[in-house]
């Protein structure tokens, strides 16, 4: 099947710790883009890459790091510094300017 | 950057009722799309619409771009239809893609 997977659906982890989610695409989409949404609220830009090896920041990426090694992967670091983890992130893809998004990630610090 | 305004935030149908949401952003786009967002939180593609006027089933979808809005129109509202509806735009390809924040849909039966 084509798509946009996101693993794990639901993560927790300590406070302090780094987690890195999971976002493939087996669409050969040239876009992905990481997004945050908290609850009741719109979603923010975390980090876009429009190719491999190249990413930008979004309105939001204190605290967070991503790589773009492969066309397919985009995976999000949520590192220690972000002072507010605990959130549902999606993931997306796009070509020709046509967005799609994957199922998200609930995380979960405590 | 871009703005992207929704509005209303909130809308209370009767099943069978009809609707219209508003999406108006702040400089010429090149995407313009309509999502709707399932309890489980998944975004649902409902219309890539940079332009134009696009129908599918209950749902159809205007943007004229040259005065910045685009319109979501729901006709026969169900119970199903109920969620969060986001319109996102960006200006070029590949770029950033803007959010608005949502307008909360609860169609009752």
């Known amino acids: 099947d084509g798509g946009i997977t996101q693993s794990p659906k639901y993560l927790f982890r300590k406070e302090g710790q780094n987690v890195t989610l999971s976002c493939e695409q087996n669409l050969n989409h040239d876009a992905m883009y990481w997004y945050r949404q908290d609850p009741g609220q719109g979603l923010r830009l975390i980090y876009y890459s429009q190719i491999v090896n190249d990413f930008q920041k979004g309105d939001i990426a204190e605290g967070y790091s991503v790589s773009r090694e492969k066309k397919e992967s985009f995976p999000l670091t949520v590192t220690s510094a972000q002072k507010n983890p605990t959130a549902f992130y999606l993931c997306?893809?796009?070509?020709?300017?046509?967005?799609?998004f994957g199922q998200g990630t609930r995380l979960t610090v405590v | 950057g871009i703005q992207v305004e929704q509005s209303p935030p909130d809308l209370i149908l009767q099943e069978g009722a009809n609707s219209t949401l508003r999406c108006n952003f702040s400089?010429?786009?090149?995407?313009l799309q309509w999502f709707h967002q399932n309890p489980w939180g998944q975004l649902i593609n409902l219309f890539y619409?940079?332009?134009g006027t696009k129908q599918n089933g209950r749902l159809s979808a205007t943007t004229v771009a040259t005065e910045r809005y685009s319109l979501l129109y729901i006709s026969s509202s169900q119970t199903t239809d109920s969620g969060v509806y986001f319109c996102a735009a960006c200006y070029n390809q590949g770029g950033k893609l803007i959010f608005g924040q949502g307008t909360e849909l609860s169609v009752k039966p």
């Open positions: 619409i940079p332009s």
């Open positions: 997306a893809s796009s070509f020709s300017a046509e967005a799609f």
């Open positions: 400089d010429s786009v090149n995407n």
